[in-house]
């Protein structure tokens, strides 16, 4: 969602203007922050997740779907609670799209304690489609009390269920909420309800599909266009995206190539326009059309399906999850440790294989959202000036992409890519005793320029405010994000957001990696675990994370000795590796160690003298990360999960807690076996056996709406997930 100023935005003109102010302010904003929050400490591991859901419209007669642009209307409902004061169950926040709204728990969860407040089990009665408002919010309001080890897992999943009832309460009758990564038809014509339409010379980003017309001087019409329109925030974003670059976004994903698919597969973008002729006026249609035309020529590639909007990105869901660590040390720890899974965790919740109404060869969003919000200049991408040929700055990445180098001094010699900072302020925060490497870090962030200023937060006091830090911080969006603590909130403690998976179909699946991840930093923490490889093997990965059927079909780059000790390995032999409902055995807890104890054992997070050499990691198989290695040899892999029933074993917990953990991890292990296929799988295997598919990669509006009725049911008729495979696979 990123930084919600209240104000009035400027003009890209005015904020490009004020960009070295605005960053030489966020610098010495980030330095007093820094000082205040250097000790910061926290008692305990805190965490919750971010789900973004998506509002749909069915047209039973015509057997027709589209988005619906009601979450400015939703919202003023769903956070009527918050707004006047009451303690409450869910936070709801807008999103980039007006068919889209994000829903987080209330408060923070606790890996040790019960949350503060409000978190249902089992009380809530089921209530009608279009129950009451009143109903809502009194769910808003039910309490857990429980305070068993890891009783958190009782609420995240129920949790969930109720912010999709919430939003459910308040549809109408042929709507629904849906945790879907991207609406298969965005961008083709007539998606949105109400109708509305691209326009390719004044809208605010100037697309020929994705609707953003105008209408600003006609508060009526707020509503129909596909931008969220309740915040200015995000249409400025989408405009001045588009004018610092000096051109309409590139997004370029390569269409499946199925029987009937023409080769080379051409598309006429005069021929795809989301423009209505009976909408505008001879003229203009004319233009929009010339225009298409222009930019076929311009932009049109070969077997290619073509986007040109940060609508195509940002208009996508995810799932995503924030840690608060105990320290800045752990923060760091935790951030670098993770990196290396998120390629991993990103092919392992893949559920993007459509788009424009295309299937592509790609099952994830991640290039698409990059290339949505790729603010750089030709010069920048290139590092050649276009005109004189002269080299200029070369920026390597867009503003949204992976990680480039880890924040602890330790693991300084797996940063082995070129990082482009800005050098004046690296100086200033070094000189500032900010570490070196968390120095490096946001000196990397802020060679970006500001893309939205707010006149009203102009004048801040650098030392108590952070506006202008939270500017740069919040649109550059990696894979990682390293938080201090908000200077606003001197409670809240160092954050890590790990940000890289796709949203899931069902409850049961999102809360699932959700605590999958949760246990790994458990492991992590306890176990002394080490992932790291380097940098640029992790850039490797997340290219390969996002093909077809990756999770079966590749072979990624991941450590081979991930445990600090002989000893654990050897413990290893003691964990059986099943999911089984009986209460698990108890044995010996693993201590967590310090680290001036660890200084002196087996410890691979140490930066010694040896160099950095391949054999330290090789080619796996998600199967082999997740389950481990089937074959037995001195060089097998342990696998995560084997790991996670070694550490569960160590410690006492509660029977009904460990059976929905081996719930949890079933599914993220036969996810990665192949043995339950991820959403996108799932998607592909509905199109291809769907009668209407004509074998041409096209997905017709008809094959949409079954497919997202199907998705409906698991809410509207309580299906489970594994009837949904069944369904879709036994055809």
Same mark, same amino acid.
């Given at each position: 969602?990123?930084?919600?100023?209240?104000?009035?935005?400027?003009?890209?003109?005015?904020?490009?203007?004020?960009?070295?102010?605005?960053?030489?302010?966020?610098?010495?904003?980030?330095?007093?922050?820094?000082?205040?929050?250097?000790?910061?400490?926290?008692?305990?591991?805190?965490?919750?997740?971010?789900?973004?859901?998506?509002?749909?419209?069915?047209?039973?007669?015509?057997?027709?779907?589209?988005?619906?642009?009601?979450?400015?209307?939703?919202?003023?409902?769903?956070?009527?609670?918050?707004?006047?004061?009451?303690?409450?169950?869910?936070?709801?926040?807008?999103?980039?799209?007006?068919?889209?709204?994000?829903?987080?728990?209330?408060?923070?969860?606790?890996?040790?304690?019960?949350?503060?407040?409000?978190?249902? *089990?089992?009380?809530?009665?089921?209530?009608?489609?279009?129950?009451?408002?009143?109903?809502?919010?009194?769910?808003?309001?039910?309490?857990?009390?429980?305070?068993?080890?890891?009783?958190?897992?009782?609420?995240?999943?129920?949790?969930?269920?109720?912010?999709?009832?919430?939003?459910?309460?308040?549809?109408?009758?042929?709507?629904?909420?849906?945790?879907?990564?991207?609406?298969?038809?965005?961008?083709?014509?007539?998606?949105?309800?109400?109708?509305?339409?691209?326009?390719?010379?004044?809208?605010?980003?100037?697309?020929?599909?994705?609707?953003?017309?105008?209408?600003?001087?006609?508060?009526?019409?707020?509503?129909?266009?596909?931008?969220?329109?309740?915040?200015?925030?995000?249409?400025?974003?989408?405009?001045?995206?588009?004018?610092?670059?000096?051109?309409?976004?590139?997004?370029?994903?390569?269409?499946?190539?199925?029987?009937?698919?023409?080769?080379?597969?051409?598309?006429?973008?005069?021929?795809?326009?989301? *423009?209505?002729?009976?909408?505008?006026?001879?003229?203009?249609?004319?233009?929009?059309?010339?225009?298409?035309?222009?930019?076929?020529?311009?932009?049109?590639?070969?077997?290619?399906?073509?986007?040109?909007?940060?609508?195509?990105?940002?208009?996508?869901?995810?799932?995503?999850?924030?840690?608060?660590?105990?320290?800045?040390?752990?923060?760091?720890?935790?951030?670098?440790? $993770?990196?290396?899974?998120?390629?991993?965790?990103?092919?392992?919740?893949?559920?993007?294989?459509?788009?424009?109404?295309?299937?592509?060869?790609?099952?994830?969003?991640?290039?698409?959202?990059?290339?949505?919000?790729?603010?750089?200049?030709?010069?920048?991408?290139?590092?050649?000036?276009?005109?004189?040929?002269?080299?200029?700055?070369?920026?390597?990445?867009?503003?949204?992409?992976?990680?480039?180098?880890?924040?602890?001094?330790?693991?300084?010699?797996?940063?082995?890519?070129?990082?482009?900072?800005?050098?004046?302020?690296?100086?200033?925060?070094?000189?500032?005793?900010?570490?070196?490497?968390?120095?490096?870090?946001?000196?990397?962030?802020?060679?970006?320029?500001?893309?939205?200023?707010?006149?009203?937060?102009?004048?801040?006091?650098?030392?108590?405010?952070?506006?202008?830090?939270?500017?740069?911080?919040?649109?550059?969006?990696?894979?990682?994000?390293?938080?201090?603590?908000?200077?606003?909130?001197?409670?809240?403690?160092?954050?890590?957001?790990?940000?890289?998976?796709?949203?899931?179909?069902?409850?049961?699946?999102?809360?699932?990696?959700?605590?999958?991840?949760? $246990?790994?930093?458990?492991?992590?923490?306890?176990?002394?675990?080490?992932?790291?490889?380097?940098?640029?093997?992790?850039?490797?990965?997340?290219?390969?994370?996002?093909?077809?059927?990756?999770?079966?079909?590749?072979?990624?780059?991941?450590?081979?000795?991930?445990?600090?000790?002989?000893?654990?390995?050897?413990?290893?032999?003691?964990?059986?590796?099943?999911?089984?409902?009986?209460? %698990?055995?108890?044995?010996?807890?693993?201590?967590?160690?310090?680290?001036?104890?660890?200084?002196?054992?087996?410890?691979?997070?140490?930066?010694?003298?040896?160099?950095?050499?391949?054999?330290?990691?090789? $080619?796996?198989?998600?199967?082999?990360?997740?389950?481990?290695?089937?074959?037995?040899?001195?060089?097998?892999?342990?696998?995560?999960? %084997?790991?996670?029933?070694?550490?569960?074993?160590?410690?006492?917990?509660?029977?009904?807690?460990?059976?929905?953990?081996?719930?949890?991890?079933?599914?993220?292990?036969?996810?990665?076996?192949?043995?339950?296929?991820?959403?996108?799988?799932?998607?592909?295997?509905?199109?291809?056996?769907?009668?209407?598919?004509?074998?041409?990669?096209?997905?017709?509006?008809?094959?949409?709406?079954?497919?997202?009725?199907?998705?409906?049911?698991?809410?509207?008729?309580?299906?489970?997930?594994?009837?949904?495979?069944?369904?879709? $696979?036994?055809?």
């Amino acid at each position: 969602m990123g930084l919600l100023s209240v104000g009035e935005p400027l003009s890209w003109d005015e904020t490009r203007d004020l960009s070295v102010y605005i960053r030489h302010h966020g610098i010495q904003q980030f330095i007093y922050l820094f000082r205040k929050t250097e000790q910061h400490q926290s008692d305990v591991l805190k965490f919750g997740d971010e789900i973004e859901y998506m509002i749909v419209r069915f047209d039973d007669e015509s057997g027709t779907v589209r988005v619906s642009n009601r979450a400015t209307e939703l919202l003023e409902i769903l956070q009527h609670p918050e707004n006047n004061a009451q303690e409450v169950a869910t936070l709801w926040r807008p999103e980039f799209g007006a068919y889209m709204i994000e829903g987080t728990p209330g408060h923070p969860y606790s890996i040790n304690l019960s949350p503060s407040d409000k978190l249902l *089990v089992g009380n809530l009665e089921p209530s009608n489609q279009n129950g009451s408002n009143q109903n809502l919010i009194q769910s808003n309001l039910i309490t857990n009390n429980s305070s068993k080890i890891f009783s958190f897992l009782k609420v995240i999943e129920t949790n969930m269920q109720l912010r999709r009832r919430q939003v459910r309460d308040l549809l109408e009758k042929n709507e629904s909420v849906l945790s879907i990564s991207s609406f298969p038809l965005l961008g083709t014509y007539d998606f949105c309800s109400p109708s509305s339409y691209a326009d390719p010379i004044t809208g605010y980003s100037r697309s020929l599909f994705f609707s953003d017309q105008d209408f600003s001087f006609f508060s009526f019409l707020l509503y129909t266009i596909a931008i969220f329109m309740g915040h200015p925030r995000f249409r400025t974003l989408a405009n001045n995206i588009r004018e610092r670059r000096k051109r309409n976004q590139e997004i370029y994903l390569p269409i499946f190539q199925d029987v009937n698919t023409p080769k080379p597969f051409i598309e006429n973008f005069a021929e795809s326009i989301n *423009v209505n002729p009976q909408n505008v006026n001879l003229f203009q249609y004319r233009l929009f059309v010339d225009e298409a035309k222009k930019r076929q020529n311009e932009y049109g590639r070969e077997n290619q399906v073509y986007m040109d909007s940060m609508g195509f990105g940002m208009g996508c869901c995810c799932l995503q999850v924030t840690f608060q660590a105990s320290d800045l040390q752990e923060s760091c720890l935790l951030y670098d440790q $993770l990196i290396p899974l998120c390629p991993i965790m990103m092919a392992l919740s893949a559920a993007s294989p459509i788009f424009r109404g295309y299937l592509t060869d790609v099952d994830c969003r991640w290039s698409v959202i990059s290339s949505s919000v790729d603010d750089r200049t030709v010069s920048e991408i290139t590092g050649l000036d276009p005109l004189t040929k002269e080299k200029t700055k070369k920026i390597y990445k867009s503003r949204f992409d992976s990680v480039d180098l880890y924040l602890s001094e330790s693991n300084v010699k797996y940063n082995d890519i070129k990082i482009i900072y800005d050098e004046d302020f690296y100086k200033i925060l070094t000189e500032n005793r900010v570490p070196k490497l968390i120095s490096k870090h946001i000196a990397h962030l802020f060679i970006r320029d500001p893309l939205v200023v707010f006149k009203e937060k102009l004048e801040t006091n650098d030392q108590t405010d952070s506006d202008h830090f939270e500017n740069i911080q919040s649109t550059n969006w990696q894979t990682m994000r390293f938080k201090p603590p908000p200077s606003s909130s001197p409670e809240i403690g160092w954050r890590i957001e790990f940000r890289p998976m796709e949203v899931q179909l069902t409850d049961t699946e999102n809360a699932a990696y959700i605590v999958f991840i949760v $246990l790994i930093t458990r492991l992590i923490l306890s176990m002394d675990l080490n992932l790291l490889i380097p940098i640029s093997k992790v850039d490797e990965n997340m290219k390969l994370a996002q093909k077809r059927d990756a999770v079966n079909s590749e072979r990624f780059w991941f450590r081979k000795k991930i445990c600090s000790t002989k000893k654990l390995y050897n413990c290893l032999e003691q964990c059986p590796q099943n999911f089984s409902n009986a209460p %698990p055995q108890t044995s010996p807890p693993v201590t967590p160690q310090s680290s001036s104890t660890l200084d002196s054992q087996e410890n691979d997070h140490t930066n010694d003298n040896h160099s950095l050499c391949s054999s330290e990691y090789g $080619l796996l198989t998600i199967d082999e990360i997740i389950n481990g290695s089937k074959e037995k040899s001195d060089d097998d892999f342990p696998g995560l999960i %084997p790991l996670i029933n070694f550490y569960l074993e160590s410690i006492e917990i509660d029977a009904e807690i460990r059976c929905n953990l081996n719930k949890y991890l079933r599914i993220i292990s036969k996810r990665a076996s192949g043995e339950m296929p991820t959403t996108a799988q799932l998607m592909r295997k509905f199109i291809h056996n769907h009668d209407k598919y004509q074998a041409d990669s096209k997905v017709t509006n008809r094959i949409a709406y079954d497919l997202l009725k199907l998705f409906d049911r698991i809410d509207i008729d309580s299906i489970s997930f594994e009837d949904l495979y069944a369904k879709v $696979l036994k055809k």
